[in-house]
């Protein structure tokens, strides 16, 4: 295959690749289900909980970004109990007993989640730690290679220059 055949090529495939995801996919108004609420307080309530929400199945992403079924379970499962007066605590609540802690974006600090807390600092002090023993093995190695008779030629150098 020539050079040019690969570029034609590959620009047909992306092509095709456009528009075989743009006719595929969902139109957006399908994926936003269209919720009533009683108040401004409650919408305003509801997207803040969504935002909150982890979406099981992406695990990347929380309940109002998500696409999945769950998500939009979730989604109408947390727009029913705003309506029927649950408080946004009661509402977590909810969510933690039925799906853990994961289903928060940010747990709260419990023995079980102590490790969610910490890794990153155990990450970085062992990252530290293996960099301080690369550095100081890396000095150890270059004053070991050198010459007891290198190292005193190098005293001499050094002292005819200072003296100069």
Same mark, same amino acid.
């Given at each position: *295959?020539?050079?040019? &055949? ?6 047909? +495939? ?18 936003? !289900?269209?919720? /009533? ?5 409650? !919408?305003?309530? #509801? /997207? %803040?909980?969504?935002? !909150? ?5 992406? &695990?990347?992403?929380?309940? %109002? ?6 998500? @939009? ?7 029913? *109990?705003?309506?029927? @007066? ?6 977590? &609540?909810? *969510?933690?007993?039925? #799906?853990?802690? +994961? ?10 989640? %102590? ?11 062992? @990252? ?20 007891? %008779? &290198?190292?005193? /030629?190098?005293?001499?150098? *050094? ?6």
């Amino acid at each position: *295959m020539r050079p040019g &055949q690969l570029g034609s090529l590959s620009a047909v +495939f992306g092509l095709f690749l456009l528009f075989s995801t743009t006719f595929t996919a969902p139109p957006v108004h399908a994926l936003l !289900e269209p919720l /009533k609420f009683e108040s401004s307080s409650q !919408e305003s309530r #509801y /997207k %803040a909980l969504i935002t !909150e929400l982890r979406c099981l199945v992406c &695990q990347n992403q929380n309940l %109002a970004d998500s696409n999945s079924e769950l998500a @939009g379970d979730l989604r109408l499962l947390t727009h029913n *109990m705003i309506l029927s @007066g649950s408080s946004d605590t009661e509402i977590i &609540q909810f *969510m933690v007993s039925r #799906y853990g802690d +994961f289903v928060l974006y940010r747990p709260p600090f419990k023995p079980s989640t %102590a490790l969610l807390w910490f890794a990153p600092l155990i990450f970085l002090a062992g @990252g530290c730690f293996v960099l301080f023993r690369i550095f100081r093995r890396r000095n150890n190695n270059s004053l070991s290679s050198v010459s007891s %008779a &290198q190292r005193e /030629k190098l005293r001499k150098l *050094m002292r005819d220059n200072h003296s100069a």
